[in-house]
């Protein structure tokens, strides 16, 4: 098993649509959690931290299910400018706790906004 | 300017020649990352360095190697290349943060197709 999965898509959405991506980690131990986007040949970047409480920037919400290890992008009211990929990026935290502070990305999931 | 730069961004060679990928920053992080993308595959990491006198290997080594000249620049040869290692290469660089990992800045990216 991968140590962090995303379903690869695409997700083909209409304009104004809510969509949701998860992305499953096997690593209990995971400490710190991330989206970042990437556009088509383009380079990855972040775009939000997920924090345990869940947390909300404009019309993205993410949250952190630990107990079923997984996180979740949500994305309301899609315009065509979200079309991209989306990376679920996992940290395992302290090299003395058995992490390393390396970032494991996700293959990232597709989205296609469309008119 | 851009923060993370990557020479050059687009090479083609042919099997056997050595291969020398460039990056340079300016934005001051200890942290450096060479990854690679595959389709499908995802974001990979090849080598990482945490100061200029640490150099660790990551996933995927194998016939890969680098070089970290000053804190700003981070250098990945490919000894002799071979036709699977044509992908999308990025360099990526980060600062330690309070928790320890910090946002990633990618480069461009380059292009390598070998022959």
């Known amino acids: 098993r991968k140590e962090v999965e995303q379903d690869p898509g695409p997700f083909n959405v209409p304009e104004g649509a809510t969509v949701a991506f998860n992305c499953t980690y096997s690593n209990s131990a995971s400490q710190s959690f991330f989206w970042y986007r990437q556009d088509c040949r383009k380079e990855p970047k972040l775009l939000m931290s997920?924090?345990?409480s869940g947390n909300e920037d404009g019309r993205f919400t993410a949250q952190l299910n630990r107990a079923s290890q997984y996180i979740s992008l949500l994305i309301r009211d899609s315009k065509l400018s979200d079309s991209a990929t989306y990376l679920c990026?996992?940290?395992?935290?302290?090299?003395?706790?058995?992490?390393?502070?390396?970032?494991?990305f996700g293959r990232g999931t597709s989205l296609i906004v469309h008119p | 300017d851009a923060d993370v730069t990557q020479t050059p961004r687009n090479r083609i060679t042919k099997t056997g020649k050595r291969i020398m990928l460039e990056c340079s920053q300016t934005?001051?992080?200890?942290?450096m990352y060479w990854y690679r993308q595959d389709p499908g595959l995802g974001l990979r990491l090849i080598y990482y360095s945490f100061d200029v006198k640490d150099i660790n290997k990551g996933e995927i080594s194998d016939g890969y190697s680098v070089s970290r000249q000053a804190q700003a620049k981070f250098s990945l040869s490919l000894e002799s290349a071979i036709p699977n290692q044509t992908a999308l290469y990025f360099c990526?660089?980060?600062?330690?943060?309070?928790?320890?990992?910090?946002?990633?800045?990618f480069g461009p990216g380059t292009r390598l197709t070998v022959l």
């Open positions: 997920v924090y345990s």
């Open positions: 990026v996992v940290i395992l935290g302290a090299p003395a706790s058995g992490g390393s502070y390396i970032p494991t």
């Open positions: 990526a660089t980060s600062d330690f943060g309070t928790s320890g990992y910090n946002e990633q800045f």
């Open positions: 934005k001051g992080h200890d942290r």
